[in-house]
């Protein structure tokens, strides 16, 4: 049974000055879940939101808080990510030195755990970790900013991730349009993260729009997925 496709927009290429509309909106368009990139300005150049934005993020929908953080040392802040109303907590491998721990305390805290990796990290660094997380995160550009171009080299590490963990979520991140989903479902990705893309036109046409041509690439014949 091949996973489930879900389409979640980033809410950092939405207005600045009306995210409770954005998220809203994101809603009513049928997102299947909104991606929060958090950045600290050290681990990636930009900077962004923090706890309290994903609090108030948690009040304008019920759709499910996908967090990605993208700072150093994540397990500083696990407790107060779950607390603010995070569903999935997502971490990146080169983040921290105690990775396996990070993604036990992200369950302890009752939340779903996710590993994410920059495009030049080896998917060898998860050779003891995949029973233990639920969701990879591919970085398909480097990280920091939005609007930058999909690197190819991130489908080879679909296909690998999808041969070895068949079940597990695999979400990509990072000039996703419509010929990049079809290429990463294609591959074996699932969850796909689109911000420049979704924001740039009508909203519910895009992710609908995304999601189709995901599942029917998914579904072809000779699909990896």
Do not use: W
Not at 31 to 57: K, L, Q, W, Y
Not at 129 to 134: G, K, N, Y
């Amino acid at each position: 049974m091949k996973n489930k496709i879900r389409v979640a927009p980033s809410i950092l290429a939405a207005d600045i000055l009306r995210f409770g509309d954005e998220i809203r909106a994101l809603d009513a368009a049928g997102a299947d879940e909104i991606h929060v990139d958090i950045m600290d300005g050290c681990f990636v150049p930009n900077i962004t939101f923090g706890v309290s934005a994903v609090r108030m993020f948690r009040t304008c929908t019920n759709l499910p808080l996908d967090v990605h953080l993208m700072i150093v040392r994540p397990e500083r802040y696990i407790g107060a990510f779950a607390e603010a109303g995070a569903d999935t907590i997502t971490v990146h491998v080169e983040a921290t030195d105690h990775l396996h721990k990070v993604v036990q305390e992200i369950k302890k805290n009752g939340r779903k755990a996710g590993v994410s990796l920059n495009p030049a990290t080896s998917l060898s660094v998860l050779d003891y970790l995949l029973p233990d997380v639920d969701l990879v995160l591919l970085m398909s550009v480097n990280p920091g900013f939005g609007g930058q171009s999909f690197l190819p080299l991130t489908l080879k590490k679909i296909r690998d991730l999808r041969a070895a963990a068949p079940g597990i979520d695999i979400e990509v991140d990072g000039g996703i349009a419509e010929t990049e989903a079809a290429q990463c479902a294609k591959a074996g990705a699932n969850v796909f993260v689109a911000g420049t893309y979704i924001f740039g036109g009508d909203y519910a046409e895009r992710i609908k729009k995304l999601r189709e041509v995901a599942e029917r690439t998914a579904a072809a014949p000779g699909s990896d997925g």
